[in-house]
């Protein structure tokens, strides 16, 4: 991976509930415009570690960054107007309003942007994920590309530099993950970072500078996709071969 400067730090991360270890001691760097994928098995920690970061969960120790700045026990909220875009693994919409009124939401209230302001970057949202045919549609009639379409477009919408994708390829048909793909590669060609947890590791080998294994809440390995993905031990641990 060529230099990149730094827009994701984590240092000493861990996460416990109780007496259970989640995330155990993570160090990890995002460069800036890298796509970082992370790949492991169910219940390694990878939705935990998204939670820390978004800050839907506060960490039981360690710090993460966000350029630069230390963002560990800021709102949820406050890091969404910061720059960190994120989706979910199953899209949950408003389904009683639009397509546009739901991207308008996540750029009014996520991206606390004037109306003004938040309808054209609906409007150009709507437009990169392909959705503007949809426009006046009720989101839950939507197709579940479509939803997930939705879903990226509301997490672009709040203007990231940093991009958290959970497993948001999951669920479609290879046609589908190609459309997807096409999307990401234009989303990631105007300048974002991507944090991308995926269990379709084809959409992760042609789009990631590196791949890291998350295995019990540690990471086991980090490097170049093809690197990673013909290590014996990670197919042993993730592949089960």
């Known amino acids: 991976m060529t230099e990149r400067s730094t827009v994701l730090e984590i240092a000493g991360l861990a996460k416990r509930f109780g007496g259970?270890?989640?995330?155990d001691g993570l160090d990890l760097t995002v460069g800036d415009r890298e796509i970082l994928g992370i790949i492991g098995p169910n219940g390694a920690g990878k939705t935990t570690l998204f939670n820390l970061v978004a800050g839907v969960l506060q960490p039981s120790a360690g710090t993460i960054r966000y350029n630069g700045r230390e963002i560990g026990r800021l709102r949820t909220w406050d890091r969404c107007r910061l720059g960190i875009g994120r989706t979910y693994q199953i899209p949950k919409p408003f389904t009683h309003l639009t397509v546009f009124e739901n991207v308008l939401a996540a750029a009014v209230h996520g991206a606390a942007k004037s109306l003004r302001a938040a309808r054209e970057q609906a409007e150009a949202m709507l437009e990169i994920t392909g959705l503007s045919a949809d426009h006046g549609r009720p989101a839950g009639q939507l197709t579940l590309l479509d939803l997930k379409r939705l879903e990226l477009c509301r997490a672009l919408a709040v203007g990231p530099?940093?991009?958290l994708l959970d497993e948001i390829a999951g669920g479609l048909t290879d046609a589908e993950v190609d459309t997807l793909l096409g999307i990401i590669r234009r989303v990631h060609g105007e300048g974002t970072a991507i944090v991308w947890i995926e269990h379709v590791i084809r959409a992760l080998r042609g789009l990631c500078h590196r791949i890291a294994v998350l295995h019990e809440g540690s990471f086991v390995a980090i490097g170049e996709p093809q690197a990673v993905l013909a290590d014996a031990r990670?197919?042993?641990?993730?592949?089960?071969?």
């Open 20 to 23: 259970l270890t989640v995330i």
């Open 161 to 163: 530099r940093l991009l």
């Open 234 to 241: 990670i197919r042993s641990i993730y592949l089960g071969e």
